[in-house]
């Protein structure tokens, strides 16, 4: 494990620094919160379509999914195409770099499993 600077011993700029440039922070602030590791599993299991999407996360609301995607699309995560017809079909996908979440998210998921 690797060692870490002592908080205390860090003025307040170099804790910030530190702390903006943590790589947890970071993956969290892509992959984290309640609904983007589901909605990103949902999608790996080919829930591809919005309604289909929202019926399979009965508790999040449609504000809340078009968020999540939009916000898994911009991190380049997710792709998202339009199908030109009557109505507009969208489909999402998992991008490349969203492959990459899925050794991070099957290890989450086994260590959840673990638990009481």
């Not at 969203?98 to 998210?105: D, P």
């Amino acid at each position: 494990m690797k060692d870490y600077p002592k908080i205390e011993d860090m003025s307040k700029e170099e804790f910030e620094i530190y702390f903006q440039n943590c790589p947890i922070s970071k993956a969290m602030s892509i992959i984290g919160g309640k609904w983007k590791p589901i909605i990103l599993n949902r999608i790996k299991m080919d829930v591809n379509r919005f309604g289909i999407l929202q019926r399979s996360i009965p508790t999040i609301s449609k504000q809340m999914l078009t968020a999540q995607l939009r916000e898994l699309e911009d991190s380049n995560l997710i792709d998202r195409k339009i199908f030109a017809e009557v109505p507009p079909r969208v489909e999402y996908s998992i991008t490349k770099n969203g492959e990459t979440v899925f050794e991070l998210l099957e290890a989450l998921a086994a260590w959840g499993k673990m638990q009481k």
